[in-house]
């Protein structure tokens, strides 16, 4: 598909105005924003792309529908007010909701921001729909950075880049300036990742890089060769993921479910983000449900401290999974 037929799709797309509740979260914003210093900054691998230390994720408050009660788009305002240039998303995200709350700050703030999307295609042509659809939701006709969606542990890496595969598609985006980088996602198996960017040039990765036990695979395996190869390194699941079941606080189980992380013992939010800045990432992604949530972790991100090596590992043996 053609870069000028996704400009002429877009071109029929309203911008949406604010509502009376982002207005004033992005007022209130900006006037806290002028007292803070900028968040810190860092190098997206062998790219040289410089972004925000931290990102806010598109699940948690992004994904949900605006409501009397909560406006995400306010929050990704008051995101970008207070000094994180970095947006994550996909369409998967409660059926692009997601998309479309980041769309209604896109469309007026675009060359403030970092964007980051996915597709969970896996085809040529499904791939090209899948980011029709999301440049459309999102109220702009270029993407900074567009993965490869949550790859699966029986994925069939070979098919990704045949004529018909969605590298093709992807490559063909980037040339054709829909997007300047491509990565790859994925938290279900460190085998698969590892082999991912061992097979591709992908110029980034998202994984999941917290503490627990179960992340150590990705943390031992998957991230050494990230940074061999000089990528940008992008953290997912900081907290845990969802309710952020790992922080203080937040509830600590998730029924079971594989997609969030479990443990027997919780830590400060603090803890966890120094924890993950403190691995050779560029990018911290976490979500984020009020302002409250977002002002600490920016303040986390701001007076930044490394753990020491002993720090680390006593955290780490605390939340071992028993």
Request: hydrophobic content about 40%; glycine content about 8%; charged content about 25%.
């Amino acid at each position: 598909m053609e870069r000028r037929v996704f400009l002429k799709c877009l071109g029929s797309a309203a911008v949406l105005g604010a509502s009376q509740a982002l207005a004033a979260e992005e007022k209130a914003g900006s006037s806290v924003a002028s007292q803070q210093p900028s968040l810190p900054k860092r190098t997206l691998g062998k790219t040289g792309v410089q972004v925000t230390a931290m990102a806010i994720g598109g699940v948690v408050g992004m994904a949900k529908p605006p409501s009397d009660q909560f406006d995400p788009a306010a929050l990704a305002e008051a995101a970008l007010d207070l000094g994180i240039a970095y947006f994550d998303t996909a369409p998967a995200y409660n059926n692009g909701q997601s998309e479309s709350n980041y769309g209604r700050v896109v469309a007026r703030r675009r060359k403030e921001v970092f964007l980051s999307c996915k597709t969970q295609e896996r085809t040529y042509d499904g791939a090209m729909r899948s980011v029709e659809a999301s440049l459309k939701r999102l109220q702009t006709d270029h993407l900074d950075l567009l993965h490869v969606h949550s790859t699966k542990k029986d994925e069939d890496l070979a098919a990704w880049g045949k004529p018909d595969g969605v590298l093709t598609a992807l490559y063909k985006l980037r040339d054709q300036k829909v997007t300047r980088l491509i990565g790859v996602t994925g938290h279900e198996d460190a085998d698969v990742m590892r082999r991912a960017i061992e097979m591709y040039e992908f110029d980034t990765i998202l994984t999941t890089l917290n503490p627990t036990e179960r992340r150590r695979p990705f943390r031992e395996s998957v991230l050494p060769v990230a940074v061999k190869k000089q990528m940008g390194i992008m953290a997912m699941k900081v907290m845990g993921g969802g309710v952020g079941s790992l922080a203080t606080g937040n509830p600590a189980k998730n029924a079971g479910t594989w997609y969030y992380d479990e443990t027997p013992r919780q830590a400060d939010a603090n803890m966890l983000i120094r924890y993950v800045l403190g691995l050779p990432i560029s990018v911290a992604i976490v979500g984020m449900a009020s302002i409250d949530q977002l002002k600490a972790n920016i303040s986390a991100v701001r007076d930044f401290q490394p753990l020491g090596a002993a720090e680390r590992e006593r955290l780490e043996k605390a939340m071992a999974q028993g």
